[in-house]
Structures are given as structure tokens and as C-alpha cells.
């Protein structure tokens, strides 16, 4: 049974910094990808960012490109989402997600586990 959590979300001034972690556990991902999404009240689940498993292709929304760093730790089993330059509008819930096959998604609906969401909330 695959298990994915998150953690790391919280509450930081706009221009600061926040590294979400997502344990995953369950399988074997070598042939996953493995993303991020957020939700923000009264939104859509929008992509932010997705990332192989051997980490060799990287992917991301245009509104976090610069600012954001998608990166996978194998030994750990864990995703980690580095946010950098936070804005205001990067208020959301922060959702790991994984997919099988190792190519990007950007989609919802392409990714078969989700976790539970980490909340993070940048204050202007």
C-alpha cells in the first residue's frame, strides 16, 4: 500500500523560504514520477512541480520556474518541493503526489496516490 506524507508546511513572511518533505512508502517508485500540486481556497489542484525518480528530469509550472526546486532523495525514499521567494499567492495546501511512469505529468488525473496535504500560508 502506498503511502505518502508530507511535511515542512507553516506559516512565512513573503520573500521567505519553506522545504516540504514527502515520505513515501509502499513500493518500489524507481518507475514513478513523482509530483507536487496546491490548492488554494475556491481554487482548481493546480501543478507545481514534478520530478523522476532517478531525479533526471525535472518539471514545473511557469509561476514557480526560478523560484522553486523539485528534488529526490532515493536513499530517504523522500520528494522534497524547496520554495524559495514565497508570494502571497503561493498560499495553499501543498499535495505530494505519485504517477507511474517515469515521465512528467501535469495533470491530476495522470497521478494514481496522493497524501494529505501540508498546508502553507504566506503572510504579505
Known amino acids: 500500500q502506498v503511502q505518502l506524507v508530507e511535511s515542512g508546511g507553516g506559516l512565512v513572511q513573503a520573500g521567505g523560504s519553506l522545504r516540504l518533505s514527502c515520505a513515501a512508502s509502499?513500493?518500489?517508485?524507481?518507475?514513478?514520477?513523482m509530483g507536487w500540486f496546491r490548492q488554494a481556497p475556491g481554487k482548481e489542484r493546480e501543478f507545481v512541480a514534478a520530478?523522476?525518480?532517478?531525479?533526471?528530469?525535472?518539471y514545473y509550472a511557469d509561476s514557480v520556474k526560478g523560484r522553486f526546486t523539485i528534488s529526490v532523495d532515493i536513499a530517504k525514499n523522500t520528494v522534497y518541493l524547496q520554495m524559495n521567494s514565497l508570494k502571497p499567492e503561493d498560499t495553499a495546501v501543498y499535495y505530494c503526489?505519485?504517477?507511474?511512469?517515469?515521465?512528467?505529468?501535469?495533470?491530476?488525473?495522470?497521478?494514481?496516490?496522493w497524501g494529505q496535504g501540508t498546508q502553507v500560508t504566506v503572510s504579505s
Open positions: 503526489a505519485a504517477k507511474r511512469g517515469s515521465y512528467g505529468g501535469t495533470l491530476v488525473y495522470e497521478y494514481d496516490y
Open positions: 509502499g513500493r518500489t517508485f524507481s518507475r514513478y514520477t
Open positions: 520530478i523522476t525518480w532517478s531525479g533526471t528530469s525535472t
